[in-house]
């Protein structure tokens, strides 16, 4: 069964507009985190936000915000204001407590966000 | 140091050579992972050392050989290669037995010819 369903393969989205990529999830852990991160052509997979399954509030950094929604289990992503070097591929990820080995993160199959100008 | 560090970041390489991927981290993660990332598709897990143990291997054909050295270092050793192993080569690291701070490397494009 699919852990992390990322439903919007392709988005589009005019330049100092948001955006939200969405991102459910599926887990019976009751400790778990939930990560965003932006890959770019070149690779590099870079770490956006992160939230905690026992955080009060919703994670937020700089432009970024998760908007976590547990019972719904969903966990959003909000880009507010776009620019274009917001193009990216951005994937959800969660990493559950019950592994036991070091924790692998699950990713969803990702979002192509591209920034209009 | 908050910086997973991947060398080289490219490497074209042939069927019969040997070759090692070299990843590093100074931020006391004791647990370093290797994943592998084709093209438009999300990384999967290849490797996970926990406390310089190999505590995952999945079911990755042997011509792929890790190596955890010690706490900071992970490398990945390739030998006979094939064609379809091309892809990008992904190292993280995370803290053990806390589902924070997981980091990535920026990656080794691998390209078998």
């Known amino acids: 069964a699919q852990k992390i369903t990322q439903t919007q393969p392709g988005m589009f989205v005019q330049e100092k507009e948001a955006v939200t990529l969405d991102c459910t999830y599926d887990?019976?852990?009751?400790?778990?985190?939930l990560f965003w991160y932006k890959q770019p052509s070149s690779g590099e997979m870079i770490f956006l936000i992160y939230?905690?399954?026992?955080?009060?509030q919703n994670a937020t950094e700089g432009r970024y915000s998760l908007n976590f929604q547990k019972a719904r289990k969903s966990a959003n992503l909000v880009i507010s204001a776009s620019q274009l070097g917001d193009s990216a591929m951005y994937f959800c990820a969660m990493r559950e407590s019950q592994e036991t080995s070091g924790s692998r993160l699950t990713f969803g199959e990702g979002t192509q966000l591209t920034v209009n100008p | 140091d908050t910086e997973v560090t991947q060398t080289p970041k490219h490497l074209v390489m042939g069927m019969t050579n040997k070759k090692s991927l070299k990843c590093e981290q100074h931020m006391g993660h004791r647990a370093m992972y290797w994943y592998k990332q084709k093209a438009k598709k999300p990384p999967e897990l290849m490797f996970v050392?926990?406390?310089?143990?190999?505590?995952i291997n999945e079911s990755v054909p042997s011509r792929f050989s890790p190596e955890c050295p010690n706490s900071s270092l992970l490398n990945l050793h390739l030998h006979a290669l094939q064609p379809e192993d091309s892809a990008l080569y992904l190292c993280a690291s995370s803290f053990y037995g806390t589902v924070e701070g997981y980091t990535f490397g920026s990656g080794t494009r691998l390209t078998v010819v």
């Open positions: 050392y926990s406390y310089e143990k190999l505590s």
């Open positions: 887990t019976s852990d009751p400790s778990y985190g």
């Open positions: 939230q905690g399954s026992y955080d009060q």
